[in-house]
């Protein structure tokens, strides 16, 4: 097994793993504090399409987590860079929330708020202000076979009182209406540890992927071809392992034990 002391770039998720809505899970400030002291660097990776990079540092200030812009990594970020490479001068419809539409707007992409005939793409995302008419949208055009991307596959979002449906679901809806799928741009593809890579200059073997939900967290590490935490606090659960056949290299309840068992390392070094 790989040992926790040669990790320096944590990336890590967020919901179900550092916190559950506005609940700080114990030892996080501790965990971050020690990768830091240690030379280290995390970046927070999110399939969560729902809030801009913005809402994620008034959340992270108000639970006391130390975070910059640069932190952050999400399932926005790889659809942008996407759409531009591979879908350059499209018109899309987007079943998301205002946020993730400026975001999208913001880097220059064009958008359309009706599904006339001058649209050309479809994208899903987590959208928190989902409406019956944009389900119908998205049908019309998929009816169309307009490309279909979407940002991530989760099936909820864990919080407090539970769990709330995500971007998968939307797609789950939709496939039962149109027998379409979409090809889906955030975790468990590897696109955004390839970027987290390219942008600290760390090597596969210096990163480890954490996060709570098997088919994309540690789906995403594997892919990469980097080692992954599963920790046991949000949706994924033990037995999930030999259900799904995707394998992580640790598996702990929660960050506070991750970061013991990164002491112990620290004591065989």
Not at 29 to 49: C, H, M, Q, V, W
Not at 83 to 111: F, H, M, N, W
Not at 183 to 206: C, D, N, S, W, Y
Request: with cysteine; glycine share 8%.
């Amino acid at each position: 097994m790989s040992s926790l002391q040669a990790k320096k770039l944590f990336l890590l998720d967020m919901d179900g793993t550092l916190y559950l809505d506005e609940t700080l899970f114990d030892g996080v400030p501790e965990f971050l504090a020690r990768i830091r002291a240690k030379g280290g660097r995390y970046l927070f990776l999110t399939n969560n399409s729902s809030r801009g990079i913005e809402g994620y540092l008034k959340k992270m200030a108000r639970l006391g987590i130390p975070a910059e812009e640069e932190d952050f990594l999400t399932s926005t970020d790889a659809t942008i860079r996407t759409i531009r490479k591979e879908y350059p001068d499209r018109l899309i419809y987007v079943v998301g929330t205002q946020s993730l539409k400026e975001q999208l707007r913001s880097a220059g992409l064009c958008l359309s708020e009706e599904p006339s005939e001058d649209v050309n793409l479809l994208l899903i995302g987590f959208d928190r202000e989902l409406t019956y008419k944009k389900l119908e949208d998205a049908c019309i055009l998929l009816g169309r076979n307009v490309d279909y991307l979407a940002t991530n596959p989760d099936w909820v979002c864990p919080v407090a009182f539970g769990f709330e449906p995500d971007c998968g679901s939307i797609c789950e809806m939709l496939w039962h209406a149109t027998g379409k799928k979409p090809r889906v741009i955030g975790k468990p593809e590897p696109q955004m540890v390839f970027l987290a890579l390219e942008r600290t200059g760390f090597t596969k073997e210096e990163t480890v992927v954490v996060g709570d939900r098997l088919y994309t967290d540690i789906a995403c590490g594997v892919n990469a071809g980097v080692d992954t935490v599963f920790v046991l606090s949000g949706e994924g659960k033990r037995e999930d392992i030999e259900t799904m056949g995707i394998r992580p290299v640790w598996v702990l309840a929660d960050i506070r034990s991750l970061l013991e068992e990164m002491e112990k390392d620290d004591g065989k070094a």
